[in-house]
């Protein structure tokens, strides 16, 4: 039985049907529309490549978000020459965004620890920058790189595709509009890509590439005295998170056509490793889980106001209901980031191995059996 | 006789103004134990490591079946044959012993970079047959999922051991194998580093106790402030003055 639950096959079928099926269980909580559902999977991507370099070797990248932009810029690029169809963007942006991490990997793995550390972080600022300065004719700077209705798309018209409306066209797969079903193909276009993603994870988690990956997290002095090359190994595992990223950017640009350099930020970067810590470093679904939460209070949590917070505790006695507002108001609206903040730090201190540490503890502590607790934990 | 496996040629190490080795000369010949002793600061762990490529000597060679050492990284070394056993426990500590023993077991079958991160470490049979039975030999068995981190001083050092064994070397260095155990745990690695494969094998142990020396070389080299001032049969070292003044005397005298 404990097989059966921790086979390949069955943590897939399950994986896929929580996500196909998000739209049903997450309106209760109001987070059923295609925007937020759409961010959930594009950063759940996004923090799950970023948990085979974070999570498996232990190496803690600032500059991803680096790469997603490469990603979106690419992927928009594509957009503009090609074809509106966004199949040869997304592929086009994760191998690009692949070279970029190959190139920045090869000298940030020369240092480890709180060197290399900084090493992406600063290849991610000069990204940034140069976004914003010298690679203007590439990336249109501040006004960020959009799609115009008279783009050349080579692709396009060589195929004899002709545009059917006047203005800005809309992205496609294979002539299916991202923007029809009310938005919602665009989330399941991300939401396939996601499960695609999540299962190239699973297999290198449980791969002996996998296995030597979290050795080197273990012991690094260890793995070369056993006779391997490190090097290899680290640079190979941040050019596979580094194409995540790219990925994740590409399907940002698929659902909405544009690309700035904010995305490259260093807070993006930040926000990567928050999410991957938040929901359970080197787990398998933690990083996602992460993602969700953090999407999921910035979204809800940031649109709540003063009104909204008195409708919601309209069943308290008046005095009562006026103080809880009066306490709950700093947490919600513009200071959403003081909830992320306190939750993020009690999840550090009691929880080191973030949420999927608690889904497990509480399990536990309701005795279920071990093969039950450890297909949820994975599944979930 | 048999052939000399490990050569180490006219070696010098310097750190600062310390002349950690100088001048050594060591012949390791196939087939033999050979225990290098030595007070503390001798300069015994400085040779180990500059056989396995931690530390790259002032001069001197430092040859293993006729292949020069010197400069070779580290994990090319470890494919050469030479396997080092550490002196404190070298683990893999967040991962399950069995994982442990499948690290090395992979780097003799994968070489020392392979890509597979597609294979499924579920289907490899072989290895995990080779590490289970690893683990059995050193009756380790009963551990094989808990994390390396979690188990006993002494089963540290037995997981160790196994580790370095997993791979088949041709020679095997072990840095004071029974440093810190009980007697009786010495004793069994005493009985363990005899018998079977390991019995055979080509060793090179450096150790304090020399109960343990005395038991397991064949030959024994002595090193005092970086000098190898003797080698030859246990009998022949017990014997010689020169070594009896600068170790065992002192040594004798407390106990």
């Given amino acids: 039985m404990k097989n059966l639950f921790k086979s390949n096959a069955v943590i897939m079928l399950v994986f896929s049907a929580v996500v196909l099926t998000a739209p049903i269980w997450l309106d209760p909580i109001g987070a059923n529309y295609p925007d937020l559902l759409q961010k959930f999977a594009i950063f759940g991507l996004f923090a799950i490549g970023y948990n085979i370099l974070f999570g498996l070797t232990g190496y803690l990248s600032f500059g991803h978000a680096a790469f997603l932009g490469v990603g979106s810029y690419t992927a928009v690029w594509c957009l503009k020459l090609f074809t509106m169809n966004v199949f040869l963007g997304v592929i086009l942006a994760t191998i690009i965004s692949g070279i970029f991490a190959l190139a920045i990997g090869f000298i940030s793995l020369r240092r480890s620890g709180i060197y290399f550390s900084i090493l992406t972080l600063a290849f991610a600022q000069m990204a940034y920058s140069l976004a914003y300065s010298v690679l203007t004719p590439i990336t249109n700077g501040e006004t960020g790189l959009q799609i115009a209705a008279d783009d050349p798309r080579y692709l396009d018209s060589m195929l004899g595709i002709t545009q059917q409306s006047e203005g800005i066209p809309s992205t496609h797969f294979f002539g299916f509009d991202i923007k029809s079903m009310d938005g919602y193909f665009g989330f399941y276009f991300a939401a396939v890509v996601l499960i695609i993603g999540f299962y190239i994870s699973l297999k290198i988690f449980r791969s002996p590439f996998g296995l030597k990956l979290r050795a080197i997290k273990s012991n690094q002095t260890r793995m070369t005295y056993t006779g391997f090359n490190t090097k290899p190994y680290l640079l190979a595992a941040f050019v596979i998170s580094g194409m995540y990223a790219g990925l994740a950017g590409s399907i940002m640009v698929a659902i909405d056509p544009l690309a700035g350099a904010e995305r490259m930020q260093w807070t993006a970067s930040g926000e990567v490793v928050l999410m991957t810590i938040l929901g359970g470093v080197g787990t398998l679904i933690g990083p996602l889980v992460g993602a969700a939460v953090i999407k999921y209070l910035e979204n809800i949590f940031s649109a709540l106001n003063n009104s909204e917070l008195t409708n919601i505790f309209s069943w308290l006695p008046e005095a009562i209901q006026t103080a809880t507002v009066y306490i709950v108001e700093p947490f919600v609206g513009k200071g959403w980031h003081l909830t992320l903040g306190s939750a993020f730090m009690l999840v550090v201190i009691f929880l080191p191995g973030g949420i999927m540490e608690g889904f497990d503890r509480v399990k536990n502590l309701f005795g279920f059996g071990k093969k039950k607790s450890s297909s949820e934990g994975e599944a979930k | ?255």
Wanted: net charge negative; charged share 25%.
């Fill in chain 2, 1 to 255: 006789m048999n052939k000399t496996m490990l050569e180490i040629k006219g070696v010098n190490k310097t750190f600062g103004g310390l002349h950690a080795l100088s001048d050594v000369n060591l012949q390791i010949v196939e087939g033999e134990t050979h225990a290098i002793i030595g007070p503390n600061g001798a300069g015994k762990s400085t040779l180990l490591n500059c056989c396995i490529g931690k530390l790259i000597p002032d001069n001197g060679s430092v040859t293993f079946n006729g292949r020069n050492m010197i400069g070779m990284p580290p994990h090319e070394i470890n494919h050469a044959g030479m396997v080092r056993v550490f002196q404190t426990p070298e683990i893999f500590p967040d991962l399950s012993l069995m994982d442990n023993l499948m690290i090395p077991a992979l780097a003799s079958r994968d070489g020392t970079i392979k890509f597979n991160p597609f294979k499924s470490m579920g289907k490899e049979k072989n290895i995990r047959d080779e590490a289970m039975q690893s683990l059995a030999d050193f009756g380790l068995e009963k551990f094989h999922d808990q994390h390396a981190g979690s188990i006993s001083r002494g089963d540290k050092r037995r997981l160790e051991l196994a580790m370095g064994l997993i791979q088949h070397p041709t020679l095997l260095l072990l840095d004071e194998p029974t440093a810190g155990m009980a007697r009786h745990d010495t004793n069994a690695t005493i009985d363990l580093l005899k018998s079977g494969k390991m019995g055979e094998m080509t060793k090179v142990i450096i150790e304090h106790d020399m109960h343990v020396v005395f038991s397991l070389a064949d030959r024994i080299s002595v090193l005092a402030r970086g000098h190898i001032i003797a080698t030859g049969t246990p009998e022949e070292i017990k014997d010689d003055p020169k070594v009896k003044e600068a170790y065992l005397g002192e040594e004798q005298e407390d106990e």
